[in-house]
Nanobody, 116 residues
Framework: QVQLVESGGGLVQTGESLTLSCGTS????????VAWYRQAPGSQREVVAS???????NYPEHAKGRFTISRDIAKKTVNLRMNSLKPDDTAVYYC??????????WGPGTQVTVSA
């Protein structure tokens, strides 16, 4: 079992930055992938960034250049730095993790609201 807890969400204005943090209950090296997803009202959940066990990062096109995922091994956290935020970035942001056994886990989510 892996517990994930997101923090750092809030209300910001267009163009501002925000850093989300995902605290995990396990050593990050025991997790295959940790990722950030988001879900806006009426939309499907979509990935915004991921980081593998080896530290390899991956971003979809809409996040490249603005979002940066990083990890702190000692603190067992995975962070998402979001720059130049736009109203379209408004969503609930979720932390996701999976293991080499094929288990998947989600955090409860944190709301990010970007005002125009």
């Amino acid at each position: 079992q892996v517990q994930l807890v997101e923090s750092g969400g809030g209300l910001v204005q267009t163009g501002e930055s925000l850093t989300l943090s995902c605290g995990t209950s396990r050593n990050l090296f025991t997790l295959k992938t940790v990722a950030w997803y988001r879900q806006a009202p009426g939309s499907q959940r979509e990935v915004v960034a991921s980081i593998s066990n080896l530290g390899i990062t991956n971003y979809p096109e809409h996040a490249k250049g603005r979002f940066t995922i990083s990890r702190d091994i000692a603190k067992k956290t995975v962070n998402l730095r979001m720059n130049s935020l736009k109203p379209d970035d408004t969503a609930v942001y979720y932390c996701y993790a999976d293991t080499y056994d094929g288990d998947t886990f989600w955090g409860p989510g944190t709301q990010v609201t970007v005002s125009a």
